[in-house]
Structures are given as structure tokens and as C-alpha cells.
């Protein structure tokens, strides 16, 4: 079993940055693939970043690539997501996973009901 929680969201202006953090507990944080989520209202939950359990590969939305990075710090179980030159349509709820196949996992339609689920942090961009 494995308990995440998420935090950094806010609002922020068109071409501002957050850096969203998960922290684990609970299970072997640096076995795990981990991987970031999105979810607007009214829209299904889609893959945004996710990253190999050793930190060596890293896969992205084509929606995010050059503007997101994600990273993790084994040593403190935690998962981080950089996100530069945000976009009104980057607002949603953010939510962190882990042990989820990585880059196969990014899409939810395969792992729906599989893995481990953070609650979210919200991210709101304003124009």
C-alpha cells in the first residue's frame, strides 16, 4: 500500500510556474514507477508525465513536453513536477500515481482501477 499526498498547486498567471511535489509512504518509494495526472472538470483524467523508478527515463504529453520536467528524490520518497510557461489549459486537478507501467501507464484508459492515487492538488492558470 502506498499513501501519497500532493501540494504546490495555486493560481497563477498565463506563462507564470508551479512546482507541484508527491510525497510517498507507506512501500518501497524507489521500486516504483511514478507518474503525474491531470483531470479537468468535465474531462477524463489524462497522463502527464511519468518517471521510471530509478529516475534514468522520463516521458511526456506532447501537450507539456519543453514546458514540464518531472524529477524524484528517492532519499526523500518524493516526486516533483516543474511546470513552466503554464497555460490557461493546463488548469486542472493534478494527481500523483505510482506503480503504474511507464511510459505504457500515461494512458488511463489502460490503468483505470490499477496503481495508487494521490487526492490532487489544484492548479488554476488565468489569462
Known amino acids: 500500500q502506498v499513501h501519497m499526498v500532493e501540494s504546490g498547486g495555486g493560481l497563477v498567471q498565463t506563462g507564470g510556474s508551479l512546482r507541484l511535489s508527491c510525497t510517498a509512504s507507506?512501500?518501497?518509494?524507489?521500486?516504483?514507477?511514478m507518474g503525474w495526472f491531470r483531470q479537468a472538470p468535465g474531462k477524463e483524467r489524462e497522463g502527464v508525465s511519468c518517471i521510471t523508478h530509478g529516475g534514468d527515463s522520463t516521458y511526456y504529453a506532447d501537450s507539456v513536453k519543453g514546458r514540464f520536467t518531472i524529477s524524484r528524490d528517492n532519499a526523500k520518497n518524493t516526486l516533483y513536477l516543474q511546470m513552466n510557461s503554464l497555460k490557461p489549459e493546463d488548469t486542472a486537478m493534478y494527481i500523483c500515481a505510482a506503480g503504474l507501467p511507464c511510459p505504457g501507464g500515461l494512458n488511463y484508459g489502460l490503468v483505470r482501477g490499477f496503481g495508487y492515487w494521490g487526492q490532487g492538488t489544484q492548479v488554476t492558470v488565468s489569462s
Open positions: 507507506g512501500s518501497t518509494f524507489d521500486g516504483l514507477n
